[in-house]
């Protein structure tokens, strides 16, 4: 026995990349604007979707499209690919009454790793109710660090049991929310000279060389200037860099950021100024909220190691291990970080770049 509903023209889903500096670590899901073809009710059904993810991370939530019938107690699994036992397994009553996407948030998130295929399956309820759309796996979905195959939608009649048969390409709208884990540490001493890895919200940085050794340099006259590794999202950040200014042709900061919203521009940032100062600021868009400020002076051409660290309310700048200055702050919880270049006429240099989770 098989799901029933049969049509004329399936449904093809074509995949949806993500765009370059997208923070990908923002939780996502494999749906997005899908909505099924029919409702059907003639059986008793485990049915599920295979995915695999592109970052090792959580799964927080499940989700299915139900219609306003459809109620009552689903059984909730999540398998591993061959696996005889599910990796967790929860009871969700569904409230009948509304149509659309339900969410259910799993009493304790599940671990999965990069690159493995893993299947999400809720049963239908003793109303036998579910979603479906012949065809809607005729092709891949691709959706952030979310990934399925041909023939994605699963299912069984058998209950208790890991779906795994395919009827016609068919999706029977059973979808995660998933929250990918940033890397413990990006870093980049640029000496393969290329940027792979990094995006930029200005085209400026570029890789030079510093005697024998390969550097970031940064030499345009463009404002608000940043790097940061793509697709990534930290909560708490260590963020350091040798950074070495030949001179200053004009106005202008070097530094960090963190917690950085590439979409609104918000974030802390860490520079230091032409005017000999260091600065952690709030900033909201590129305007300076509030910030916190004190001299000092560095020698132009001399490389200095600069560290930013962003834990929890704490925002702290070292310059060469010393602990230079610190602030507290509540306005941003996660974001991205990276490199920061702000109305710098002159160059600058960077190298040995590491962010890290602390």
């Keep these: 026995m098989r799901p029933s509903p ?178 413990s540490t990006f870093a980049d001493d640029f000496e393969d000279g290329d940027l792979d890895g990094w995006d930029q919200s200005y085209a400026g940085f570029l890789i030079t060389t510093d005697g024998t050794n390969k550097v970031l340099s940064y030499s345009t006259t463009d404002s608000n200037a940043k790097l940061f590794p793509e697709a990534t999202n930290w909560q708490d950040s260590v963020v350091e860099a040798r950074i070495k200014i030949p001179s200053w042709s004009g106005p202008g900061s070097v530094g960090f950021n963190s917690r950085y919203n590439i979409y609104e521009l918000d974030r802390y940032t860490f520079m230091y100024k032409s005017t000999g100062e260091l600065e952690i600021a709030v900033r909201d868009l590129d305007v300076v909220v509030s910030s916190v400020s004190k001299p000092l002076t560095l020698a132009p051409g001399t490389w200095h190691t600069f560290k930013a660290v962003t834990v929890g309310t704490t925002l702290e700048f070292y310059v060469d291990g010393v602990l230079e200055l610190t602030t507290t702050d509540t306005t941003y919880a996660a974001g991205t970080s990276g490199v920061e270049v702000l109305r710098q006429g002159g160059a600058a240099y960077f190298d040995d770049v590491s962010i890290t989770a602390p």
């Excluded at 074509?14 to 099924?36: E, H, R, V, Y």
């Excluded at 952030?144 to 795994?164: E, H, K, N």
């Design 6 to 183: 049969l049509f004329s023209a399936p449904v093809v889903l074509t995949a949806l990349a993500l765009a370059g500096g997208a923070i990908a670590s923002a939780p996502g899901s494999i749906f997005t604007t899908q909505t099924p073809a029919v409702f059907a009710n003639d059986s008793f059904y485990e049915l599920g979707t295979r995915f695999h993810t592109l970052r090792d991370g959580n799964i927080t939530k499940v989700r299915i499209y139900t219609n306003a019938a459809e109620s009552g107690a689903h059984a909730v699994r999540i398998w591993g690919l061959g696996a005889d036992a599910p990796l967790a397994s929860h009871t969700w009553n569904i409230p009948g009454g509304t149509a659309g996407w339900k969410e259910f948030t799993l009493p304790a998130p599940v671990r999965v790793a990069a690159n493995r295929t893993y299947t999400i399956s809720v049963s239908t309820s003793g109303d036998h109710w579910y979603a479906a759309t012949n065809g809607g796996f005729n092709a891949p979905i691709v959706n952030g660090d979310l990934v399925t195959y041909v023939g994605s939608g699963v299912y069984t009649t058998s209950a208790g049991q890991r779906p795994a048969m395919v009827y016609k390409n068919s999706n029977y709208f059973r979808d995660v929310v998933f929250e990918p884990e940033p890397p």
